[in-house]
């Protein structure tokens, strides 16, 4: 069974920086499709940024935020610069593999404010 749990959000001031991380365990990391989507109050959940074979973002994060992944730590990374009010919600990480269901996890609050 797959688990994902991030860490890194928190508190920031517009044009700062965060690093966002998502810790994967229970299957092969390499076969899956990672993300990262958001979810901000009242809003649907919307796709930030996902790798696989290649890298795919919302254009409302382009040349701002970067998704990477470590294969032999079985993490998946966010780095977030320039960070404006509107890019406050809550973060989940996701694991997406073609046949199977996705996983997600619990998410992590981002909040930018100054």
């Known amino acids: 069974q797959v688990q994902l749990v991030e860490s890194g959000g928190g508190l920031v001031q517009p044009g700062g920086s965060l690093r966002l991380s998502c810790a994967f365990s229970?299957?092969?990391?390499?076969?899956?499709?990672m993300g990262w989507y958001r979810q901000a109050p009242g809003k649907e959940r919307e796709l930030v940024a996902t790798?696989?074979?290649?890298?795919n973002y919302a254009d409302s994060v382009k040349g701002r935020f970067t998704i990477s992944r470590d294969g032999a730590k079985k993490t998946v990374y966010l780095q977030m610069n320039s960070l404006k009010p509107e890019d406050t919600a809550v973060y989940y990480c996701?694991?997406?593999?073609?046949?199977?269901?996705?996983?997600w996890g619990k998410g992590t609050l981002v909040t930018v404010s100054s």
């Open positions: 996701s694991a997406h593999r073609s046949g199977a269901r996705d996983y």
């Open positions: 229970g299957s092969i990391f390499s076969l899956f499709v």
């Open positions: 790798i696989g074979g290649n890298t």
